[in-house]
């Protein structure tokens, strides 16, 4: 599967943003979709995850009530909607994509095979 994130850009702090992730291929709803972000100088971190199997959702603590993550499978699209965004969200966000990732593992990157090109997001103070 390839997968293309887009929608980020520069807001305010305070502002939303809505990230899209769209996946080529076949049979996206067999795949476990996630999001991961990587600030200048840091490692990447987990996100967000929307499972493949009764579309269960977790998040990092630190997003969790500001960002939401959601898929439309006819779109084969997955989204990130963040609000109240924080100058400490500034990162390039990536999206990543596995069929046979398991459940306790769904946080971790490199549990991932497939990942699409970043998209810089900047929260301004």
């Known amino acids: 599967v390839q997968l293309q994130a887009s929608g980020g850009g520069l807001v305010q702090a305070g502002g939303s943003l809505r990230l899209s992730c769209a996946a080529s291929?076949?049979?996206?709803?067999?795949?476990?979709m996630a999001w991961f972000r990587q600030a200048s100088g840091k490692e990447r971190e987990f996100v967000a995850v929307i499972r493949r199997s009764g579309g269960s959702t977790d998040y990092a603590d630190s997003v969790k009530g500001r960002f939401t993550i959601s898929r439309d499978i006819f779109k084969n699209t997955v989204y990130l909607q963040m609000n109240t965004l924080k100058p400490e969200d500034t990162a390039v966000y990536y999206c990543?994509?596995?069929?046979?990732?398991?459940?306790?593992?769904?946080?971790?990157?490199?549990?991932?095979?497939?990942w699409g090109r970043g998209t810089q997001v900047t929260v301004s103070s």
């Open positions: 990543a994509a596995d069929s046979s990732i398991i459940y306790s593992d769904s946080s971790a990157a490199l549990r991932y095979d497939y």
């Open positions: 291929g076949r049979a996206f709803n067999r795949y476990t």
